[in-house]
């Protein structure tokens, strides 16, 4: 069966052209078509539930009738599908361009219903300049290119115009001899131009011009390539808020082939700042649970170019209700969206009405939604029973029902859930009596008054004077704030909301045991706050911001007595309007208040609906617009409290978190001591992270500061070291080198032992090694040897892993940052005590008789007469220790990147050509006294007789 469709679809042409989709299930929609493409056409969701309906462009075009097809004008370039009601279109032209009508009969023949659409076919047109060769030329499928092919054709005798090796277009003698395009284009001799209409893919190709002079010699030939690509029609912008208050975007084009997409928000392109995932290149992103804005999606290829633009706004914060369960408390944050859901398939109840108290909300009949209440901001997907509800309001708050019914209409079961509405939630532990506690005007606190309400007899929390709430044999006997709060017996919670400012005040917890006798009293002190900001708007353009459930001042103008009539509106909509010194209307008059004298506008208990772009519209006396003002107002909840926990990890680090209750768009800031945390003192995270490690030494003023646009928390503790040793020793032959517990400090035989402190690290180390050879690590990663191996003294810098090259080395690991160092070997004599502080340097030397051998800063360096110096700098050291055992006298230099090794090498070269020399010198000696020898023996050649000769000649 596949394949018969596919064949099907094959001989109807589906797979040429670019493919549109048009959604005509709701009237009025507005659909698209490029020239020589396809067209889906969803008319209904099935066919089958229809006993009749026509489609008609001014005549009928498909008719259906009792589940058969019984009329189709289209029906060699058309398929229809009455599972889904879908009419597929294909090879589009012009003449299909207009309004269409379907009309719906019962069956009765009477009409059931009647939709429209309008359908819309385009056609790009591109230019090609053909007069150099090579050039690179595109067309859109179903339009028009236009070929300059020469400047003028008179001037050329003879040309011909090709596809490969198919002659296209022959010219001769000022006449067009050949044109096998003559039905679809047209050329202009004048400018040499030949314009082709109804471009389809078999136009691709590569193309090639070959012309001729009068005696029919060829004078030049050129080519070009040409390609044929779908234009992008048109684009839709899908934008969704994910369960995080993130904001997923889909840029859905229609048509087009080799598809460019570029995205800007207010004007500039979308930064990375403002991206959780996708880029700039990419047609779906994720936005930032603060981003906002005016955005643009630009869709292009070489043929076409199409945006779509639409203001977006951040996303509330999402929560899900399972009402599946009847009773079932629910809870949504201001602004946001909630997500109930009502059952596990819709489509297994015949009927069901959701209602809050006794009005319908949503009613569903036979799989049909027959009434939505919320229909504007709501979306109910009946295959797992869900109803989303976007941009919340306290009108929401309350008790709902859901009533389900079976095929005969009998009642089969109802559920009810309570939905409360809540703004910023904070948390106050009362179980210490002088508690200090907070709450945001509007949101919600949650008191925790003891652990287990169950354990105490009778209790009654009450405000000054005034009972609150009584507890008496675990039973509520008394609850004035029942309308808005709800307790939790098992952990002692109180939980208000929608708070005011008459919750503020001292609270008082009096417990009694089962005698009646009072058994202990508490008492918290609750504070409720209102965040108030200001905005300027006699700027235009201006970005305001205002705190979810706080108030916002808006200066709109210096003063309203020189304004004959203004406007200020929210989009399209009026909020207040002003016409000779008199509010003639003001759609928040119930939480604003507007301030003539000085022209502000004050409104109490934002919402998030509240965000949004307003302007200011202004008159003179003869209603003629003088000017116009903007500005953007962003509403975020404040950030009411911080918490600080701090936990040790298993190697010493402490991570610590920092929790804000509520708040978004949150920027984090650390401070130790009173100084931004550095690097040196993480282990990671960083000072704009709400987690962080700190590495084992760091103790002291920790300080997590939590701020948005409208609100600034701190919250400060002192942190100590978790109680870590850093040992690197040996114990039974095997190294040891660790951060370890205190406790712990007996893993080594005779320890070597790092006491950290907050600043300085010290290290004292022992060795058995009775001699005084001895390695100071002063480097990560790199040791200086200083020591004998097989009669060779070897004193250099080598890494760690060479220090085999000796004997017995006594090694000394030095860390990066430790600074001072304690050496101890077997021969007592041996004892020293060096330390290593940048800019101190060590003497060694006699000043008026006097021995002066200690380290002093460089600056005091003339307290001696002759001083030997040692210079420690930042990034190299240097050390000379001295013993008072002679055979420990000792002078080691250790300096990073110096040269030890070069030292002893030339050393070693002086000594080698020494050796030589003295060598040559002996063998130059024995030669002479073996010549001498044999003279001696041989008188005819001794160095005397030869001598005699030569004087005598």
């Known amino acids: 069966m596949e394949a018969v469709l596919g ?45 009749g309906f026509v489609w008609k462009k001014e005549t009928n075009i498909f008719r259906w009738i009792d589940n058969k097809i019984r009329l189709n004008v289209m029906k060699d370039r058309s398929l229809f599908i009455p599972s889904n009601g879908t009419l597929r279109i294909n090879n589009i032209n012009r003449g299909d361009s207009g309004e269409y009508k379907l009309e719906m009969f019962d069956s009765q023949r009477r009409t059931a219903g009647t ?129 995080q208050g993130e904001m997923k975007v889909s840029c859905s084009p229609n048509g087009g082939g080799s598809l460019q997409y570029s995205w800007t928000l207010d ?53 899900y209700c399972d009402g599946r369960q009847s009773g079932a408390q629910c809870y949504g ?30 009613r569903w009949i036979d799989n049909k939604i027959i009434l939505n209440k919320m229909k504007h901001r709501s979306l109910f997907s009946h295959s797992n029973g869900t109803l989303r509800i976007n941009n919340i309001n306290r009108g929401d708050s309350g008790e709902y029902k859901l009533e389900m019914f079976d095929s005969q209409r009998r009642t089969a079961g109802t559920r009810t859930l309570q939905f409360t509405v809540e703004g910023v939630e904070t948390y106050c532990d009362g179980r210490q009596s002088g508690a200090q506690c ?67 005040g001292e609270y008082k917890l009096e417990m009694f045991d089962s005698q009646r006798r009072t058994a202990g009293t508490r008492t918290l002190q609750f504070t409720v706050e209102g965040v108030e900001t200001y905005c300027d708007g006699r700027q235009s353009g201006t970005q305001c911001y205002g705190a979810l459930g706080g108030t916002v001042v808006f200066r709109l103008m210096d003063d309203v007595s020189g304004i004959p009539q203004f406007v200020w509106k929210k989009e399209t909509q009026n909020i207040l309007r002003w016409i000779d010194n008199k509010i003639i209307l003001n759609e928040m008059k119930d939480r604003s208040l507007f301030i003539p004298s000085n022209g502000t506008l004050r409104i109490n208990n934002i919402n998030r609906g509240d965000s949004g772009e307003y302007n200011l519209i202004m008159f003179d006396s003869q209603r003629r617009l003088t ?24 190697q010493g680090e402490m991570k610590v978190s920092c929790s804000p209750n509520g708040g978004d768009s949150l920027q984090y800031s650390w401070t130790l001591d009173g100084h931004t945390l550095r690097d040196t003192e993480l282990l990671s995270g960083n000072n704009e992270t709400n987690v962080l490690t700190l590495k084992q030494d760091v103790s002291g003023r920790l300080v997590c500061s939590v701020r948005n646009q409208v609100s600034s928390v701190s919250k400060e503790e002192d942190i100590s070291t978790c109680g870590f040793i850093f040992i690197d020793c040996m114990s039974n032959g095997t190294r040891i080198s660790m951060w370890v517990h205190k406790e712990n400090k007996t893993l080594c035989d005779e320890p070597t032992t790092v006491t950290v402190g907050k600043d300085t690290e010290s290290l004292k180390t022992s060795t058995n090694n009775s001699s005084c050879n001895q390695t100071v690590t002063l480097r990560e990663g790199f040791i200086f040897i200083d020591c004998t191996s097989n009669g060779t003294r070897i004193s250099m810098w080598v890494h760690k892993e060479n220090k085999t090259l000796c004997d017995e080395p006594t090694t000394v ?44 800063h460089k600056e005091n360096k003339t307290l001696c007469d002759e001083p030997t110096t040692v210079t420690v700098d930042k990034d190299t050291e240097s050390l000379k220790t001295s013993t008072n055992n002679s055979s420990c006298n000792q002078t080691v230099t250790l300096r990073e990147g110096s040269s030890p090794l070069l030292i002893c090498g030339l050393r070693t070269i002086v000594v080698i050509l020494l050796l030589i020399g003295i060598s040559v010198y002996f063998t130059w000696k024995k030669k002479k006294r073996e010549k001498a020898e044999r003279s001696a023996v041989n008188l005819e050649d001794s160095v005397l007789m030869v001598e005699m000769r030569r004087s005598a000649t």
Request: hydrophobic share 35%; with cysteine; proline share 2%.
């Open 267 to 319: 004007g500039h392109t979308l930064r990375d700042t403002e991206l959780l995932s996708g880029n700039n290149e990419t047609n779906v992103i994720t936005l930032k649970q603060n981003v906002s804005g005016r955005l643009v999606c630009s869709v292009r290829n070489q043929v076409s170019s199409v945006s779509k633009e639409e203001d977006i706004s951040t996303c509330g914060v999402e929560t």
């Open 627 to 650: 000017r116009t003002r903007t500005l953007q107002l962003i509403v975020e909840a404040p950030v009411s409290s911080v918490q600080l926990a701090s936990e040790c990890l298993s």
């Open 333 to 362: 944050a201001l602004g946001g969206t909630v997500v109930f859901r009502l059952m596990d398939d819709a489509s297994e109840i015949p009927e069901f009405a959701w209602k809050k108290e006794r009005q319908n909300i949503l």
């Open 438 to 504: 907070y709450g945001a005007l509007g949101g919600t606190v949650v008191f925790r008054l003891m652990d287990d309400a169950s354990e105490i007899p009778e209790f009654a929390w009450k405000k000054e004077t005034k009972n609150i709430f009584r507890w008496i044999d675990n039973e509520i006997r008394l609850n004035e704030m029942k309308d808005r709060s709800l307790f939790i017996p098992s952990n002692g919670t109180l939980r208000i909301n929608n708070i005011n400012s008459g919750d503020s």
């Open 813 to 856: 690991t030095v860390d990066k940052d430790t600074e001072s160092l304690k050496t101890s070997t077997k021969n007592s004599s041996c004892n020293q005590t060096v330390t290593l502080r940048e800019g101190f340097i060590f003497i060694d030397c006699t000043s008026n008789g006097t021995r002066i051998s200690m380290w002093v």
């Open 7 to 51: 064949l099907l679809l094959m001989l109807l042409g589906v797979c040429h052209g670019v493919e549109t989709y048009c959604d005509g299930r709701q009237s009025g929609a507005q659909c698209y078509g490029a020239l020589g493409g396809t067209v889906v056409f969803r008319l209904m969701d099935d066919a089958s539930e229809i006993p």
């Open 115 to 243: 939709r429209t659409l309008q359908f819309t076919i385009e056609g790009v047109e591109t230019y090609c300049d053909g007069r150099q060769s090579g050039a690179q030329c595109y067309g859109a499928l179903g339009g028009t290119v236009v070929f300059r092919l020469m400047d003028d054709a008179s001037e050329i005798p003879e040309f011909a115009w090709k596809k490969e090796t198919k002659n296209i277009f022959r010219w001769i003698d000022n006449k067009i001899r050949l044109n096998v395009m003559k039905d679809r284009s047209l050329f202009i001799p004048s400018n040499g131009t030949l314009r082709i209409n109804n471009i389809n893919r078999g136009d691709s190709g590569e193309y090639k011009l070959e012309m001729f002079d009068s005696q029919r010699r060829t004078a030049g030939t050129r080519t070009l390539q040409f390609t044929v690509q779908a234009p992008v029609s048109s684009v839709q912008l899908v934008s969704e808020c994910l369960s």
